[in-house]
């Protein structure tokens, strides 16, 4: 199935094939028509809650048309007077933007000014090498949070908030930028109370869906990535998958395919295989997206980040022997943007002879196939989506693609793609362990683990 471009007659779009789900290509261990059929009831609900946009944080959307100047004229400036932009943030706030970074301006820190650092993990000793390294006159500190109250980035915005003063004073405060909520949280708050500079999150639009927010697009813009060719992408493939035929809409079939080998076949992991480098974090993106908004009633696929050929010399073998659970997932680039050829040294060693003139473009490429083949052949389910190229345009696609797929799974599970109760226990937990205010059940709670809690000293 190719994802046709509606508005612009060259641009080629993402292709998915799906041949390889299918009971006629790999036996009885596939899906058959009947089956897929036969959820026609269920998809009509799941693209009405949709296209119908029964829900606020069906916002994420909206992102395709906005206007991205006053990101581009922030970003002009940081460029200008920056050696370092620091992100602090963590969850969807960091990892759409560390997604962005390596799939569109790979070794980045070591090519480009002014260098990114993406601070997520509230790990001291990676803060104090930060700390140890920056020039706070020539830094510019993100600070971006959905909700504005996140522990983890409100603790390290803090420890910046310090630093940043003790070395700048009164000049400190223009060098932070916050991205979040307009309208609540304790960081929009601050912005109010020092005037600082920010730029909004729409209030309905989720962590893990804002990647195409400010959130992502003033990094993007700093590390000279075009945010409006990611939106143009974005805005392309939805159109594609708007449609509310099945067999018509790539978004719908992606996630029905996954469902029925869900449900029926007991496949509940889905590895995600980009064969590419720069890939790798934004699998680790969908891994997000797909587990923290479809694990709950006892229901979910557990995502699994893989990363060819690498993992070829290291999981396949599992995936091929191991348990029957998983459907693994495939992104081939046709065009890498780089064509080195093998060159011809060693020739009288078969071996090497055998590899001699050849482009690293093609062999990457044969290994995808020669995996996706070994698959098939032992009957195991997979597909397969190839991107033309490695650029703004089909990475948008990418992300606006996978956001629509797990929010019509979500709906085909019945669970709430946008919610996440038990990362907000997390966050209300570590404040009741904190001590504040309203919390003391957490509190009382934990304390009570404590004393459960068996230890053996090794
Ligand atoms: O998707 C989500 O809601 C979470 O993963 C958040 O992105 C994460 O918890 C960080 O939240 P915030 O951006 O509000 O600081």
């Known amino acids: 199935m190719q994802f046709l471009a509606p508005r612009r007659g060259f641009a080629r779009m993402l292709e998915m094939h799906f041949g390889n789900m299918l009971e006629e290509v790999i036996g009885d261990k596939g899906l058959s028509l009947v089956e897929i059929e036969g959820i026609r009831e269920k998809t009509a609900i799941a693209h009405s809650q949709i296209h119908e946009r029964k829900w606020d944080e069906l916002a ?16 002009d400036s940081i460029v200008k007077n920056s050696d370092l932009f620091l992100l602090l943030g963590i969850g969807g706030s960091a990892m759409g933007p560390r997604a962005i970074l390596e799939a569109l301006q790979p070794m980045h820190n070591f090519r480009n000014h002014p260098k990114i650092f993406i601070y997520d993990n509230i790990d001291p000793r990676t803060l104090d090498a930060i700390i140890e390294i920056i020039d706070p006159h020539r830094t510019t500190v993100n600070v971006v949070s959905k909700s504005g109250n996140t522990a983890e980035t409100v603790a390290s915005f803090m420890i910046f908030w310090e630093h940043m003063n003790k070395a700048l004073g009164s000049e400190a405060a223009r060098r932070f930028i916050i991205t979040t909520n307009p309208e609540g949280g ?6 109010r109370e020092n005037n600082l500079m920010s730029l909004p999150i729409h209030p309905s639009i989720v962590g893990r869906y804002s990647v195409l927010s400010p959130a992502g697009l003033l990094l993007s813009e700093i590390a000279e990535i075009n945010s409006d060719e990611l939106l143009l992408g974005a805005k392309d493939i939805l159109t594609k998958c708007s449609n509310a035929e099945l067999w018509e809409n790539p978004a719908y079939l992606f996630s029905v395919l996954l469902y029925l080998m869900c449900v029926k076949e007991k496949r509940t992991v889905n590895v995600m295989m980009p064969y590419a480098d720069g890939l790798k974090s934004l699998s680790e993106w969908f891994c997000q997206l797909w587990a923290e908004s479809l694990g709950k009633l006892g229901l979910g696929i557990t995502p699994y980040p893989a990363v060819g050929t690498t993992d070829q010399h290291s999981q396949l073998q599992l995936w091929m022997e191991g348990p029957e659970d998983k459907v693994v997932i495939f992104i081939r680039i046709d065009d890498y943007g780089s064509n080195i050829r093998i060159p011809k040294v060693f020739e009288t060693i078969e071996e090497f002879s055998l590899l001699s003139g050849q482009c690293l473009n093609d062999l990457i490429g044969a290994a995808a196939k020669s995996t996706e083949l070994a698959l098939s052949n032992a009957s195991k389910p997979n597909m397969t989506i190839t991107m033309p190229s ?7 696609q ?4 996978f956001q629509i797929c797990t929010t019509f799974m979500g709906f085909l599970f019945g669970v709430n793609p946008f919610n996440q109760p038990w990362i907000e226990a997390g966050k209300n937990n570590t404040f009741g362990l904190l001590g504040k205010r309203g ?7 934990i304390a009570r683990m404590a004393k459960g809690n068996i230890c053996w000293k090794l």
């Open 60 to 75: 994420f959307i909206d992102l395709v048309n906005q206007d991205t100047a006053e990101i581009k004229e922030l970003a």
């Open 186 to 191: 304790i960081l929009r708050q601050i912005v």
């Open 390 to 396: 490695l650029d703004a345009y089909h990475v948008g």
């Open 398 to 401: 990418l992300f606006m693609f």
């Open 439 to 445: 919390f003391q059940k957490q509190k009382e709670d």
